[in-house]
């Protein structure tokens, strides 16, 4: 309940978001076949922190969810928050193979902040900061939380073409980039994160780039087989 009415508190602006939590909460549950008591690992590509939010979400509503592990880019602001309780976006830009995580400001980590500290002040003190220097760090006691139920990983393009090209090989199956990207972090930090729980990914896949055909053909010019990839086990 202090949940669903943090998320009213947010106003009318943020209903769209709201059901598009419920809708991939939703999601999320339904593809993954475990024993009702299981625990998993989620594992999310995301740049703007929304899809890794709803499953934060879900597992406050009851969901039996371990670890989330927040997949990066080389716009890795998100990856550096959870490692150091530091956001700090005064950093180069880079445009990837996956931009929808081509992010330097994530608008939905605070909302994630306000879950965690209750407060509200200190949420418009930190983005007052962000607003006034790029950066802000949260207190010992908000990042202790943070780091017990988030991990950080981030890759590159090459990492992610080669990731595609062995997925590819071994699978016979063509994964977009943004996938890509979760399951290097998944391979990168499942040993360490409490169960194999695979990654899943959101983002339809974009027509491939010049630069990732050129590297990765002939298969990369093959067409992935659903309109997106959800990875489950």
Known sequence: IPLLRQLHQ???GAAPDRLLYLRRTATCCGTRRSQPDQA?????PTGNFGNILAAYYAREMGVPIDRLICASNSNNVLTDFIRTGRYDRNRAFHNTISPSMDILISS?????????TQD????KDYMAQLSATGTYQVSDR???KLQKRFAGYFCDDAET???????????DYLIDPHTAVAFDAWSSTGATTG???????????PVPSSSATASSAPWARRRSRTGWSCWTS
């Open 10 to 12: 947010l106003g009318p």
């Open 40 to 44: 998993v690992n989620v594992c999310v």
């Open 108 to 116: 939905n980590l605070e909302r994630l902040l306000l879950a965690l």
């Open 120 to 123: 509200d002040e200190q949420v």
């Open 142 to 144: 908000v990042r202790e």
């Open 161 to 171: 073409k080669a990731v595609i090209g062995r997925i590819y090989q071994k699978y």
């Open 195 to 205: 169960g194999p729980d695979p990654p899943a990914s959101w983002s339809p896949p």
